[in-house]
């Protein structure tokens, strides 16, 4: 302030006292004046409006509204325009609990074995499936002969390996050439062990039997041993050639068994046989009955020459020329008689020609000669394998009763059929005996090739043929009474010049 109104006082004298003067040096800035005093507070800015947890933005947004979505779990700020993240990253979450199992993955491969009981001669068929079918079983028992194995996924995968036997032989068992693998012996050849066949007790009914006791085994030449001896038949049945049979054997187990090879007793052969008529024009036929058809592998006809013609019947100047006493169908016309064939039958002869029921009875159709033949024994008298139905013990009637048959039967004469056939046989024999036919001491014709019989018509010599035919039957009739008869009546008719 001194220094100002220094200035002011020197300005002011030198107007005073001088003209002015040029203009002296601008003087120095003056010193700032002070601050002046504070504005007023503008007014408040918008503050961050936070609208809460929301699943979705709230309606009719304002500037800097603000938001949770609870959805993507984001925070929103409203900028005027839009919504725009506001969030900074957030810090890891905790682990989440585990997830569930995956599925399991594809099994790896395994070892399946099974197990088969057969027999060490029986090789089983490969298994299949699961491996427990026929006969197959996956228990590792002592029984155990066979085993097969696999490497699969699963049992029912894979295939199955060849079976592998799993057994040495038992000691039990005897092995020869020819013979069945593991036969056991003592199966047929101890009385003791044997309650499956009783071969001991059917050997001794066997030797009860014509086929033991007959004799005709020495009939063993090549034409004769097929059905006189073991050898032959079994050659005859095996293909064979039939060579004559030194040493022969009757007709015995062997014949119609063949248990050393089978195991068992199975029937040798049940092939139907063929049928030989022995009559000219007549076609030969087949005998098909069951297990009969074993019997008549050999109670069949030979072949026989000379043969009678059926369709001569009623010719009157035909001739038949018989040259030997045995003019006959040699000798198991059993089959022919069961079938009501082999006779000899006249278109004009008096009495109709029929069968009994046994040719067409089921159970004889079934079984043939043994459902009479071989019923159940008594002891080694009759029944079973002596296939003898008389003996000193009576009658065996047990086949006759079987179910559906003679239920109350008393003897074999069954309605006086046997009575009845006999009588016939013999009335015949008496007139052929007459006619100086029949040789009633041989019971064969009376011929031979030096003194031939000759019959004329040819149809007469019918007679002769039936009589043999029924004489050799042997059942006198049973085994078909109705046709047996028939041609007796219409023989006896014949001779006596009937028709
Ligand atoms: C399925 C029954 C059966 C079996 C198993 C059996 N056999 Fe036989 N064997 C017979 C018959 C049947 C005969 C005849 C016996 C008779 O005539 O009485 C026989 C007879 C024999 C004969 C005597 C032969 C003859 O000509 O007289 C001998 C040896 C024999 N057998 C040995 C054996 C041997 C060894 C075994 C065991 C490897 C065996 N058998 C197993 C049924 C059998
Ligand atoms: C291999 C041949 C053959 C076979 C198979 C055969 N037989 Fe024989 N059979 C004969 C011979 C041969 C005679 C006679 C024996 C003798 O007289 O020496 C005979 C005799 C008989 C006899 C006794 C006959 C009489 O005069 O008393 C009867 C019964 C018999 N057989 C029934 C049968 C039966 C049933 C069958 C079937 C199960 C059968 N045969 C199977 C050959 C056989
Ligand atoms: C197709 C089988 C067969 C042929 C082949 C056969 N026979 Fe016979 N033979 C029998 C039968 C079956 C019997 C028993 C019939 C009966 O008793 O019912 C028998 C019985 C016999 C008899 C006893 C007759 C009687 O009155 O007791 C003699 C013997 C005989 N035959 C001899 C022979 C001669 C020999 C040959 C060979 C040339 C022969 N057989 C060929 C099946 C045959
Ligand atoms: C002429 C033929 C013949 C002769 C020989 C013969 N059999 Fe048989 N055998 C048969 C017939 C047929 C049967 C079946 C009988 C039936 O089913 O009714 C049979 C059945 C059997 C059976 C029963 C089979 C079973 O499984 O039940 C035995 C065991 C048997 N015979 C043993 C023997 C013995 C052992 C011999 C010798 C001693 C013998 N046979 C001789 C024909 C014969
Ligand atoms: C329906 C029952 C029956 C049938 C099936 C049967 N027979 Fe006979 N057979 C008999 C009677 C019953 C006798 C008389 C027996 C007697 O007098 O002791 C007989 C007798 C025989 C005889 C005379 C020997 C003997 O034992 O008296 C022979 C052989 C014979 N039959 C064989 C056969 C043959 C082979 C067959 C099959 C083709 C057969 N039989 C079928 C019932 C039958």
């Known amino acids: 302030m001194k220094n100002f109104l220094t200035v002011l006082t020197a300005i002011l004298l030198f107007g005073l006292i001088a003209c002015e003067g040029p203009a002296g040096p601008a003087g120095k800035d003056g010193k700032d004046g002070t601050n002046g005093i504070n504005g007023t507070n503008g007014a408040n800015g918008l503050s961050v409006d936070f609208k809460g947890d929301l699943a979705t933005a709230p309606a009719s947004p304002v500037l800097n509204w603000v938001y949770h979505n609870t959805t993507d779990k984001k925070v929103y700020i409203y900028n005027g325009t839009a ?19 995956g599925t399991n993955g594809a099994n790896g491969l395994r070892v399946f074995i099974t197990y088969n009981d057969n027999s060490l001669s029986s090789q089983p068929s490969t298994p299949t499936g699961i ?38 032989k038992d000691a039990g068992f005897v092995y020869f050439d020819g013979f069945k693998t593991d036969l056991k012996c003592a199966t047929c050849h101890t009385p003791d062990t044997d309650t499956l066949y009783h071969k001991s007790a059917v050997s001794y009914q066997w030797a009860a039997s014509k086929h033991a006791i007959g004799g005709t085994s020495f009939e063993n030449s090549t034409t ?53 008529s022995n ?23 030979r072949s026989q020459s000379n043969k009678l013609d059926p369709s001569k019947s009623t ?144 149809n007469r010599a019918g007679a002769l043929w039936n009589f043999f035919l029924v004489e050799h039957d042997l059942s006198s009739g049973v085994h078909n009474t109705a046709y047996a008869n028939a041609l007796l009546l ?10």
């Open 224 to 276: 004769c041993a097929v059905c006189h001896t073991t050898e032959g038949f079994v050659q005859s049945q095996t293909g064979k050639t039939i060579t004559t049979a030194y040493n022969s054997t009757p007709v015995g187990c062997f014949a119609c068994h063949s248990p050393h090879i089978n195991g068992d007793f199975a029937l040798r052969t049940t092939a139907p046989a063929t049928i030989l």
């Open 131 to 168: 491996g427990t079918a026929n006969g197959w079983h996956t228990d590792p028992t002592a029984a155990a002969a066979w085993m097969s194995q696999k490497v699969a996924a699963d049992s029912a995968a894979g295939t199955w390996g060849v079976p592998i036997s799993i057994k040495g």
């Open 315 to 458: 010719v009157a100047n035909d001739t038949i020329k018989i040259t030997s006493g045995r003019w006959y169908s040699h000798y198991g016309v059993q089959t022919q008689m069961l079938m009501g064939k082999g006779g000899y039958e006249w278109t004009n002869q008096t009495n109709t020609v029929a069968n009994s029921y046994h040719t067409d009875a089921p159970g004889v159709k079934s079984d043939g000669c043994t459902i009479c033949h071989m019923p159940n024994a008594r002891g080694d008298y009759d029944g079973g394998h002596s296939m003898k139905l008389s003996s000193d013990e009576g009658q065996n009637l047990n086949g006759c009763k079987t179910s559906g048959c003679h239920s109350s039967i008393t003897t074999l004469d069954y309605k006086g059929a046997m009575t009845t056939t006999h009588n016939n046989l013999d009335t015949l024999k008496v007139l052929l005996a007459k006619a100086g036919w029949l040789d009633t001491l041989t019971m064969q014709a009376k011929a031979s090739s030096g003194s031939p019989l000759i019959i004329t018509p040819s």
């Open 490 to 499: 219409n023989s006896i008719a014949k001779m006596k010049g009937t028709f």
């Open 83 to 101: 919504w725009v993240v506001m969030t900074l990253d957030g810090s890891n979450g905790t682990n989440g609990t585990n997830g569930t199992n």
């Open 279 to 301: 009559l000219a024009g007549v076609a030969d036929y087949t005998f098909n009955y069951g297990k009969g058809n074993l019997c008549a592998q050999c109670h069949k006809p």
